[in-house]
């Protein structure tokens, strides 16, 4: 149990939210504005998943804004363009695989640090996006919202997409071997090459994927609005740090649960409504956001001090 | 003559000379194409002195935040909080003048101490508690521009300050824009304390092997302090200055500074596992973004198709690129060598 | 005795840097034998296994496995060849559990392969029994001490079969239970016709275990012996390749007064108890014991490193509390770390930088850095070290381990200390600094240096001390004179003088 007191630490917090709620401001658990709530921050998820990957296989991107930005967006030409919207979609992740494997070349092939790396493709990335397009909306065609489902069905869908890639990929992090190859390399890279692992392709294939399951969240979010906006994924990449460093994964690598992401990112997301429901100004939300993160982090530090000098 | 050749390519080798290489053709390319003559027969663009001071006046920001970012890069550590902190100097800056009814002077220097405090706390969890700057500067960085907003409800915005603060940002004393000294200062007493004091010997020692450093017997949690509290005060001026060139204060000021800061300190040849690095290297760094992004706006062909911040925001990350790829291959060769 | 060699060595060469620490080995191990490889340290015997497990790759020469000759190794098909190394330092993922650790060793890394769970929970729980060791496989690797991680690395090199087992010190931390368990794992391994490649210090397990014995000295291989029909002092002399005392230089001054006093001094964290120890000014004393006995510890107590819980330390016959390096510093101490790349110098950092550092205090007052009075102090010791750099400007990485050591002291005696404590200060330094490094601590101790001198190196320690401290469990076991004979030395580390006690 110790192992996941992180997990469970942050899932008792949002638990004592909701349950809070369900006092306070029942309103909040009508179906419809949480099924939008949830929906809207599917994408979100979705990204956050692929982070963990990457920060447990210890490395980071905060490209993954930028990332988003021109899937949303390119998929959206298409769409406009008379593409079919599977066709769209398929693209979206195409080219979020495409940017993810560049990240990952550089920084398994040529070993630079993630984090300047990723700085620099965010940085290109969103600038070549504003050249391009000189922030011009792109309107889409009536069918590729909920995919010319209705409202509820579509946001349904994109749910179940969500969930299945959080089931998924925590099974296959949990069960698969190339999952805990992930676990292997972010825990001590050195130790994983000794044992005959190849930490490279790992920590190329964590970004690729991070890269197609970004380009997948753009897909999913493209097809809740009517149009896209280009500065749509600014932010994003540090609200999906937040989400999955909250949610017990260890910035050190080698460490963490996707539950526990989940859980994080529900944390997160629930501040806002909560505030409202609870009749706090909603200025806060940040600051919250903020002093949880630090929560967080300080106590993962006091814990593993006091657990350091028991083994010691 | 052979140890000519052999001082050439050990100066080429450093990295500030090849970012005054890139900075000088910049500069040779937009004085070329950049300016021009109008129709009443006045030189415009580029070259003239007014562009020049544009330039200048508008790096000061960045600028600041860049030099302030790296004496913490140094230590191998990184700030993201730095623009959120901005925002917040400048909404508490804006709330000591206006709704606390401060004078001008001592409002600026609470919010100096304010920015100061900020950085105490990114020290005191950093420094303090050993966590990872990474993590517990994100934190902040939701944290402080969450207070921005809170504070100002997420609407109030702080205008009409008086003509004298005004001044430090959109006027010019002996010849130069106002803000420009401070920066001036500012590198002036950053690039003292990095490369001459003993401080500075420990922020690289840290960066280097921080394990070396406590066996040393160096003072490895005040040092560390020092970088991130320095870090939240240029933070607090930059917002000052800031404040006074647009002539309001409002939470979301800064907003996605920080990224461009660490741009251009990593462009200006400071190593993000610390340790190496220089405040020269770092002023280049913000030269070579700052030349750029307003020498592609004194472009004919770039003014037609207004993507000036675009192209340069875009030029700025493919150099960020070369000089990791370049850094990495040339690395690589040492190695071997 | 079977024809073809599991493994053999044809002239390995390997450098690092300026450092050669291979020079033309060549080495055979055959089926069902324990061979041990022996050696003083930096003799370049963990140079040559991490050749033989392809975690470095040779210079020059060749590898032969089961008669064929290999164009190349890597880590991944050395394990393919059946080669398994158990590790000083266990090279285990911290973060998974006991279970995993030997699956991912054990496992074939396909990629798309089902993890079975319950099935490596009771194969890894069948191999821990089979070495004996009584750990759950549930457990989190971060959560063991050293021995139960090597314990891990041994049940993983039974589990992969490995026909060539290499053993790098694999009894230095474990208890006297786990020790006899290991004897019979590595027996039960030679009788199912593996190889076994054994290093160690302790003369008597090389006895026990060993059939032959090729002994390395200054990377090259003096000889291969058979186990049986060598001597210990014959060992010791292959391996010295000297007469042991003409090389120490002898004492130069007087003892004076007690500089250092212990009183019962111990620290729970470092695993130090009940240390009481006197050193002079001007005197050496020598501090020996085996790996793990707690003189590394006991020096971390000393210089703040992990502060003292009980217990007084004096100094000068003053009482003083010791919590931070900075203030052992101000207490006039100085500390020659043992891992000296990590922690003695910044290898980054110039010469003249890394000499001063420890001594900011005192050189630059007000914190201003001045160049001039650094360049002198570097250049002073740079001539009277005979620190060979190509200038004071040169970072420490570019010199020989010998000239870093010097540049690890140059840094302490900038300081000008009352106590010196040298950890292992000529471990993976050649011969001829060596000398000089033994030189200059005879001259510290003459101008009144007291000097506190760990090392591994028995010769060392008897050559150079003028009393020798010896510790075994955490704690002092006893002093002995400068003039005591090596098994004297021997039996007090092991513990072996009263017979029975562990």
């Known amino acids: 149990m110790r192992r996941h007191a992180r997990e469970l630490g942050v899932t008792a917090v949002l638990l004592a939210i909701l349950a809070t709620l369900a006092l306070v401001a029942p309103a909040f658990y009508q179906t419809a504005p949480l099924r939008s709530l949830l929906a809207r921050e599917a994408p979100t998820l979705v990204v956050a998943c692929g982070m963990a990957l990457v920060i447990i296989g210890r490395q980071i991107d905060i490209s993954v804004g930028s990332q988003f930005s021109v899937c949303s967006v390119a998929a959206g030409l298409l769409a406009a363009a008379g593409w079919p919207t599977a066709l769209a979609v398929a693209a979206a992740v195409a080219i979020g695989a495409l940017w993810g494997a560049i990240n990952g070349a550089l920084v398994a092939g040529l070993g630079l640090p993630s984090i300047v790396v990723t700085l620099a493709t965010m940085v290109t990335l969103r600038q070549g996006l504003n050249l391009a397009r000189q922030g011009e909306f792109v309107n889409l065609p009536d069918q590729v919202q909920w995919l010319g489902l209705s409202q509820t069905a579509g946001q349904t869908l994109i749910l179940l997409v969500a969930g299945a890639v959080l089931v998924g990929l925590a099974w296959a992090l949990r069960s698969l071997a190339a999952g805990r190859h992930i676990y292997a390399v972010g825990s001590d890279a050195e130790a994983a090459r000794l044992a005959g692992l190849r930490p490279r392709r790992v920590t190329f294939a964590v970004f690729l994927l991070l890269g197609a399951l970004t380009g997948l969240a753009a897909a999913m979010n493209l097809i809740q609005s009517p149009q896209v906006q280009p500065l749509v994924g600014s932010g994003l990449e540090l609200k999906v740090i937040a989400a999955v460093v909250i949610g017990g994964v260890a910035i050190s690598g080698g460490r963490g649960q996707l539950w526990g992401v989940l859980a994080g990112l529900l944390l997160l997301a629930v501040i806002s409504p909560a505030l409202t429901h609870l009749r706090i100004e909603a200025y806060w939300e940040k600051a919250i956001q903020g002093a949880i993160i630090l929560l967080a982090v300080v106590t993962e530090g006091l814990r593993r001090r006091a657990g350091g000098k028991g083994a010691g | ?337 | 005795m079977s024809s073809v060699p599991l493994l053999a060595f044809e002239a390995i060469e390997k450098s690092f840097g300026a450092v050669r620490a291979l020079r033309g080995v060549s080495f055979e191990l055959r089926a069902g034998e324990v061979h041990a490889l022996l050696g003083e340290n930096g003799a370049g015997k963990s140079t040559l296994i991490k050749v033989a497990t392809g975690a470095h790759a040779p210079d020059a020469g060749h590898l032969v496995i089961g008669g064929r000759r290999l164009a190349r190794l890597d880590p991944a098909s050395a394990r393919v060849h059946g080669i398994a190394c158990i590790y000083q330092q266990p090279a285990l993922f911290p973060d998974l559990t006991v279970a995993e650790n030997l699956a991912l060793r054990l496992e074939p890394p396909q990629l798309a392969r089902r993890v079975d769970r319950a099935g490596r929970r009771r194969r890894a729980a069948e191999l821990l029994q089979r070495i004996g060791a009584a750990l759950p496989p549930e457990a989190e690797v971060r959560n063991l001490s050293m021995p139960e991680q090597q314990l891990v690395e041994i049940a993983s090199a039974l589990g992969a079969g490995a026909r060539i087992v290499i053993m790098d010190e694999p009894t230095a931390s474990l208890t006297q239970r786990e020790q006899v368990r290991l004897f019979q794992t590595v027996r039960t391994l030679r009788e199912a016709g593996a190889g076994i490649i054994y290093i160690s210090h302790r003369l008597d397990e090389i006895f026990e275990l060993a059939d032959r014995v090729t002994i390395l000295r200054d990377g090259a291989s003096v000889g291969t012996r058979v186990a049986g029909e060598l001597s210990e002092a014959e060992l010791i002399r292959l391996m010295v390749g000297r007469e042991m005392n003409s090389l120490f230089p002898p004492p130069l001054g007087p003892v004076g007064d007690t500089v250092l006093e212990l009183r019962a001094v111990g620290c729970r964290a470092a695993g130090v108890r009940d240390v009481s120890l006197t050193v002079r000014a001007g005197e050496v004393l020598g501090l020996a014991g085996l790996v793990g006995a707690g003189r590394t510890e006991l020096a971390g107590v000393l210089f703040g490193l992990t502060p003292a819980d009980a217990g007084e330390i004096l100094l000068g016959g003053r009482s003083v509390t010791i919590d931070s390096p900075r203030t052992a510093l101000a207490h006039g101490l100085a500390y020659v770390p043992e891992d000296r790349r990590r922690h003695g110098v910044v290898l980054e950092l110039p010469v003249a930088q890394n000499i001063t550092l420890a001594a900011h205090r005192t050189l630059f007052p007000g914190g201003w850095l001045r160049s001039g009075v650094e360049r002198k102090l570097a250049g002073e010791f740079i001539a009277r070290f005979a620190i060979r750099t190509a200038g004071p400007g040169a970072p420490v990485a570019s010199l020989s381990g010998g000239n870093q050591q010097k540049v690890a002291l140059a840094r302490w005696l900038a300081t000008a200390p009352r106590v010196l404590i040298l950890d292992e200060p000529t471990q993976g330094v050649d011969v001829g600094a060596k000398g000089e490094i033994h030189r200059l601590i005879r001259e510290l101790a003459a101008r009144g240096l007291a000097v506190l001198l760990i090392s591994s190196d028995l010769p060392e320690i008897l050559g150079m001390s003028d009393r020798i401290g010896v510790m075994r469990g955490g704690t002092i076991a006893d002093v002995l004179p400068g003039t005591a004979a090596a098994p004297e030395v021997m039996a007090a580390a092991l513990g072996t003088a009263g017979k029975g006690a562990a």
């Open chain 2, 1 to 337: 003559m052979r140890r000519a050749g052999e001082f050439l390519r050990g100066a080429l080798r450093r990295h500030e000379v090849l970012l005054l290489l890139v900075l000088v053709v910049e500069w040779g390319l937009f004085y070329h194409y950049g300016t021009t003559v109008n129709r009443r027969g006045v030189v415009v663009g580029f070259g003239t002195l007014d562009r020049q001071f544009d330039v200048l006046r508008h790096s000061c920001e960045i600028g600041l935040l860049a030099l302030a970012l790296t004496p913490v890069i140094l230590t191998a550590g990184i700030d993201l909080s730095v623009g959120s902190l901005l925002g917040l100097c400048a909404v508490v800056f804006g709330q000591l003048w206006h709704d606390a009814g401060l004078p001008v002077g001592a409002a600026a220097g609470l919010t100096l101490v304010a920015g100061a405090l900020g950085g105490a706390v990114n020290a005191g969890l950093v420094a303090g508690l050993r966590l990872p700057p990474l993590i517990v500067t994100l934190g902040t960085y939701s944290l402080f521009r969450g207070l921005a907003e809170a504070l100002t409800r997420g609407a109030v915005t702080y205008t009409d300050f008086p003509a004298g603060f005004l001044f430090l940002g959109q006027e010019r004393w002996l010849g130069l824009p106002t803000q420009a000294w401070v920066f001036l200062v500012a590198a002036a007493a950053i690039g003292v304390l990095v490369h001459r004091t003993v401080t500075g010997r420990a922020f690289r020692v840290l960066g280097f092997a921080p394990e070396g450093a406590r066996y040393a017997g160096l003072a490895v949690g005040r040092t560390l302090a020092i970088a991130y509290v320095l870090a939240g005060t240029v933070a607090a001026a930059a917002a000052l200055i800031y404040t006074a060139r647009i002539g309001q204060a409002k939470a979301d000021a800064g907003t996605g500074y920080e990224l461009y800061a660490i741009t251009a300190v990593v462009l200006g040849g400071t190593s993000i596992f610390g340790g190496r690095g220089s405040v020269p290297g770092t002023l280049l760094g913000v030269a070579a973004i700052a030349v750029l992004k307003n020498g592609l706006a004194t472009i004919p062909a770039v003014i037609r198709l207004n993507a000036a911040e675009e192209m340069a925001g875009l030029l700025t990350g493919a150099l960020l690129l070369l000089a990791l790829a370049l850094g990495a291959l040339g690395q690589a060769g040492k190695v071997e060598g």
